[in-house]
C-alpha cells in the first residue's frame, strides 16, 4: 500500500535517524579516545603502609614529562621491545610522549612502528650537526690517534668514534633540542631494556613533589682507562666555581677522600629520570662546558654515565638524587631486582632475585646504602 504523501517526511526522519544511529554507535567508524586518566596503582610505599586506600586516586595528575629515546634507524627492533615493555608496566595508563632523537633523519618503517606503539603522541627530530661534531678547539688528528690507541688496547666503544659523539651529545645537549624544550622532566630508555615490575607510582610525579632532580636504579664503577683526565677537570671546575657546590652533596658516593680521587662509581644512566630544568641550568652549563673546551669526550671517552653521575653528585644536595629500588630494571647485562619479596608480589615482578646486581662487588649500591645510613636486605654483607 503506498504511503501517503502527508507521512513521507516521517518516514525520511525514520532512515535519516536509523543511519545516523549506525553511524554513530556502531562497528569500527567510532574512535573512542585513549584516556590518559585510566585507574593507577598506588606507589609501593603507600600501598604497604596503606595510606592510599582506592587505587586510581589522582590518576588525572600528569606532570609535564616525556620518554627520550635516541636512537638510529637499524635500532628499530630492539628499540620495540623497550617500548613495549615501558607501555606494559606503566604508560598505557599515562600516555606520556615519547621524543626520538636521531643524528640522521628517521626512516618511515621506524616512525611508523614506534608511533603504533606508544600511547601518547611521539616526536621525532634531528640532531643539529653543531651538537653532534666537533667542536673547533679539538684537535682532530689528535683525536684520531688516541681511538687508535683506545682500540689498540681493547678499550670498550675505545675505537668509536660516533661512539664518542653519542656519549658527547647525551652529557650536553639532548636537553637543549627543540622538541625537549616544552618539557620539564625526562625518562631516557634505551634499546634493549626490559621491566620486571609495574611501575606503582609515577616516576616523574615522584621527582616533581619531592624536588628530585636525577634518579638511577644501577650503579657500576666506569673502566678508569675511559676517563684518566675526567676528575682533575672537574676538580678544577669545582675549584673555579664554589658557589655551585651545595653542602650536603654525594660527594662521598663518588669519592673516599673528600674529593681528592674519584672511586670511578657513577649512575648507569641508559636509565634516567630527571628534571631537565637542572640539566639547563646555569650550574650545569657551566659544569658541561668546562668539561668540554678540554676536549675530553675526544681524546679520551668519557661516557656521558660518569658526566652526568660527577655532576648530580656535586651540584645537588643528596636527597635531590634518587634510587628507584622499585622499578626493576634491566639493561645487558645487568639487573636490579627488588630483594623484598611482597614488594615483588604487589608490583607483579617476574625478575629472579638471585639476578640482583645491587649488592655485587662491581656495583656501587652498597656505597649509597651506607652514604644514606639504610640497612641492606636481610642476608646481604
Ligand atoms: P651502550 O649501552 O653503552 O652499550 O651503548 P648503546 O649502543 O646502547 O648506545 C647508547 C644509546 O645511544 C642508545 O640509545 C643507542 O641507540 C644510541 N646510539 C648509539 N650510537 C648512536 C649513533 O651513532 N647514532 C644514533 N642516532 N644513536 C646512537
Ligand atoms: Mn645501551
Known amino acids: 500500500m503506498p504511503v501517503p504523501v502527508r507521512y513521507t517526511r516521517y518516514l525520511l526522519f525514520a532512515i535519516v535517524g536509523f543511519f545516523l544511529f549506525f553511524f554513530l554507535f556502531s562497528g569500527t567508524s567510532i574512535s573512542i579516545p585513549t584516556s590518559p586518566s585510566k585507574p593507577i596503582s598506588p606507589s609501593y610505599e603507600e600501598f604497604r603502609a596503606h595510606k592510599v586506600q582506592t587505587p586510581g586516586a589522582n590518576s588525572t595528575f600528569r606532570v609535564n614529562a616525556t620518554f627520550v629515546t ?11 621491545k623497550s617500548i613495549r615493555t615501558i607501555e606494559d608496566r606503566f604508560n598505557h595508563n599515562y600516555n606520556y610522549d615519547w621524543v626520538f632523537l636521531n643524528d640522521q633523519d628517521f626512516d618511515d618503517d621506524f616512525k611508523k612502528l614506534t608511533t603504533s606503539l606508544v600511547s601518547g603522541t611521539t616526536y621525532y627530530g634531528r640532531i643539529p650537526k653543531e651538537h653532534w661534531s666537533y667542536p673547533d678547539w679539538v684537535d682532530q688528528e689528535k683525536a684520531r690517534k688516541a681511538r ?33 624544550l616544552n618539557y620539564e622532566y625526562y625518562w631516557r630508555v634505551e634499546p634493549n631494556i626490559e621491566l620486571f615490575c609495574d611501575v606503582g607510582t609515577d616516576p616523574f610525579r615522584l621527582l616533581k613533589e619531592n624536588n628530585k632532580m636525577y634518579s638511577f636504579v644501577i650503579s657500576l664503577y666506569e673502566y678508569h682507562e675511559t676517563i684518566p683526565s675526567l676528575w682533575s677537570t672537574v676538580k678544577e671546575f669545582i675549584k673555579g666555581h664554589p658557589e655551585h657546590i651545595p653542602k ?43 668539561l668540554d673546551q678540554t676536549g675530553g669526550f675526544f681524546y679520551e671517552r668519557w661516557g656521558d654515565a660518569p658526566v652526568h653521575s660527577i655532576a648530580a653528585s656535586i651540584l645537588l644536595k643528596k636527597e635531590q638524587i634518587h634510587f628507584f629500588n622499585d622499578i ?32 655485587r662487588g662491581y656495583s656501587c649500591t652498597s656505597r649509597w646504602y651506607k652514604l644514606n645510613g639504610w640497612k641492606k636486605p636481610p642476608g646481604v654483607k
Open 70 to 80: 635516541l636512537a638510529r634507524n637499524s635500532d628499530i627492533w630492539d628499540i620495540s
Open 248 to 290: 650536603g652533596n654525594a660527594m662521598d658516593f663518588i669519592s673516599e677522600d673528600s674529593g681528592k680521587t674519584y672511586n670511578n662509581c657513577h649512575f648507569w644512566s641508559n636509565f634516567e629520570v630527571g628534571s631537565l630544568d637542572w640539566l639547563r641550568s646555569q650550574e650545569y652549563t657551566d659544569y658541561f662546558s668546562a
Open 328 to 359: 626493576a630494571y634491566y639493561h645487558p647485562p645487568f639487573t636490579h631486582c627488588p630483594s623484598d619479596e611482597q614488594a615483588r608480589l604487589d608490583l607483579r615482578c617476574h625478575c629472579n632475585p638471585n639476578d640482583n646486581f645491587d649488592f
Open 148 to 180: 687508535e690507541e683506545m682500540g689498540r688496547k681493547n678499550i670498550i666503544y675505545g675505537e668509536s668514534e660516533s661512539y664518542r659523539h653519542m656519549c658527547r651529545f647525551e652529557s650536553g645537549f639532548f636537553f637543549h633540542h627543540p622538541l625537549m
